[in-house]
């Protein structure tokens, strides 16, 4: 069962949403917020959220000001909107994806497939198989296959991601957020930046906010990620009676 928000200021914004939502098969409605502020307060005590649905225009604190402090909490994130002009900020906020008002069910309903493309399955069937095919930039379209247990690290490079994986770097035509949508469901991938997502299994140190993984390959943990990474180290470190 997929959870999900919605944040917008109108209320008839949420009633049309909360319609579309319950015809969603797999989704959970968790909480409508009409105020943005009491949205801010109120999410980080739900954990992690599958889906977030924010419009964009809001008083006291907007759409795309309180992505920053959400996209932490949410693996999915879709700005609703009745503005097109915010389509360059939206992807700037690594949203992913954008709904301009007024909009149909049926272009609701794509836009849920794009990131939840098992809407009819069982959990079960929810865990991806140990490898995924993916076309490289830098070798003619070439499909490659590349196996989840070899990942290192998925590196956003605006329109395309670099997957950094022990045998070679791969340039890919994809979004970081459709790199994260994949790796969701599968168990070891971690994201504590906006610009990578980094497999656990190998990180290679931690100084401070710097995470050094085992190619050498380096990255500081990002503002809004800080509390979660914080959460993630204290999990997995050994404690001893020693200081």
Do not use: W
Not at 147 to 161: C, H, L, T
């Amino acid at each position: 069962m997929y959870t999900c928000i919605i944040i917008d200021d109108e209320q008839h914004a949420v009633d049309a949403l909360k319609k579309y939502v319950g015809k969603l098969p797999n989704f959970q409605l968790i909480a409508c917020f009409t105020d943005p502020i009491e949205a801010f307060n109120s999410i980080p005590t739900f954990g992690n959220i599958d889906l977030i649905l924010l419009d964009i225009d809001m008083p006291e604190i907007n759409g795309l000001e309180l992505s920053g402090a959400l996209r932490g909490k949410t693996s999915r994130l879709i700005f609703t909107t009745g503005h097109s002009r915010y389509g360059y900020e939206a992807f700037k906020a690594d949203a992913n994806d954008f709904l301009l008002k007024p909009y149909t069910f049926g272009e609701f309903f794509l836009s849920i497939s794009k990131l939840f493309p098992v809407l009819n399955v069982n959990d079960e069937q929810k865990v991806p198989v140990g490898s995924f095919f993916v076309k490289s930039k830098e070798e003619n379209s070439t499909i490659l296959n590349i196996r989840f247990e070899d990942i290192i690290a998925v590196e956003s490079k605006m329109n395309y991601v670099m997957i950094h994986t022990i045998h070679r770097k791969v340039t890919a035509y994809m979004t970081l957020s459709e790199m994260a949508q994949i790796l969701s469901r599968h168990a070891g991938f971690q994201r504590f930046q906006r610009s990578f997502i980094i497999a656990e299994r190998y990180i290679d140190s931690i100084t401070g906010n710097c995470i050094q993984m085992s190619t050498g390959l380096q990255m500081t943990v990002g503002e809004y990620y800080r509390k979660d990474f914080s959460q993630f180290v204290s999990k997995k470190l050994i404690k001893t009676g020693r200081r």
